[in-house]
Each structure stands twice: as C-alpha cells, then as structure tokens.
C-alpha cells in the first residue's frame, strides 16, 4: 500500500535527520486509521485488563491493552491505560497481546514501542532492540484522531513500553 512506503520514507529521513535508530523506521506491520472521539472512548472501553493502585492486571490465553497518548487531563507527554498515567502492566506469561494505541494529542506524533531496556533514556533515544509497536504515528487531523494496533506475543520477562519521540521517554513517556 503506496502510502505506507512514503510515510515510511519520511520517517527514515526525520529518524536520520534527528539522529534516531532507523530500526523502528522500517514500515511495521500496522497501518493507521482515523476515528471520531465517540469511538476513541469505545476503544478505550476495549481494554481487558484491572486496575489496582498503579498496575493494571490481565488474565487469560488473549489480552486487549489500549493505550492512548495524551488523553486530557494527563501530563504531557505520557500513556494513559485504563485512566492509569503509565501504568505497570502485569500480563500472564504466554498470553498473546493485543494492542490498540491511539493518539489523541493534536499537533504531536509519539509512538508506543516495546523493548527490554528500561530507564533512563536519552533525550534523542536510540532504543535498541525494539520488540514490538507502532512506529511514529501521524499527527492526528482535525476532528479526527490515529489509532492502530498490532499483537505481539512475548515470552515471559519485564518489557518497557516507550515513545520514541526525542525527549518523550526522557521526560516520562514510558511504564
């Protein structure tokens, strides 16, 4: 699909031009869909986990986290799952995740991104291996915001997820 190789093309050239790993440049296996705020809040209600303090909790074999990014009322910038601003997130080991990430922030892209390397990050992050996500999203439109989703299907362990937007993961934008 023609427009997933230019984006993907644009996002090589920024992602050089800022001095960020190209790795998560590549075109990923998602694509990007606009939706009203009535469904954004449909979406959100999608989320199967729990909350409990700072932690949201999932059970079963199939997990469905949604994450947005920035949702009114949180800090800038930062993921909200479950009203939970970066919450923990604690999924049973073997379980496949489904993950629905929306940005609802106008005017900003930001990624939802998983790798192992936790903390701190660099203020021009080069997050080496990325696991699994979504790459850079576009700039959402007026009247509309990106949303999309991808599985991913890891193995037991401690995983971070990150936006890769220079300054977001250093300024907070990660659990």
Do not use: E
Not at 33 to 41: F, G, R, S, W, Y
């Amino acid at each position: 699909h023609k427009g997933r190789h230019v984006a993907a093309g644009l996002s090589t050239i920024l992602a050089a031009a800022l001095g960020i790993s190209t790795a998560m440049a590549a075109p990923l296996d998602t694509s990007w869909k606009m939706a009203t705020l009535p469904q954004v809040k449909a979406l959100l209600a999608k989320d199967s986990g729990k909350v409990s303090g700072k932690t949201v909790t999932y059970s079963g074999k199939t997990v469905h986290v949604v994450a947005a990014a920035v949702l009114p009322g949180f800090p800038f910038p930062s993921f909200g799952i479950h009203d939970v601003k970066n919450p923990t997130l604690d999924i049973p080991a073997g379980a496949t995740v489904d993950i629905t990430f929306i940005n609802t922030n106008k005017g900003f892209g930001h990624s939802l991104d998983i790798t192992k390397k936790g903390p701190p990050y660099a203020v021009m992050p080069v997050i080496d291996p990325i696991i699994a996500g979504t790459g850079f999203s576009p700039v959402p439109k007026s009247g509309g915001f990106g949303y999309t989703d991808f599985t991913w299907r890891p193995a037991a362990g401690t995983y971070y997820y990150v936006c890769q937007i220079p300054g977001h993961a250093a300024t907070g934008m990660f659990g």
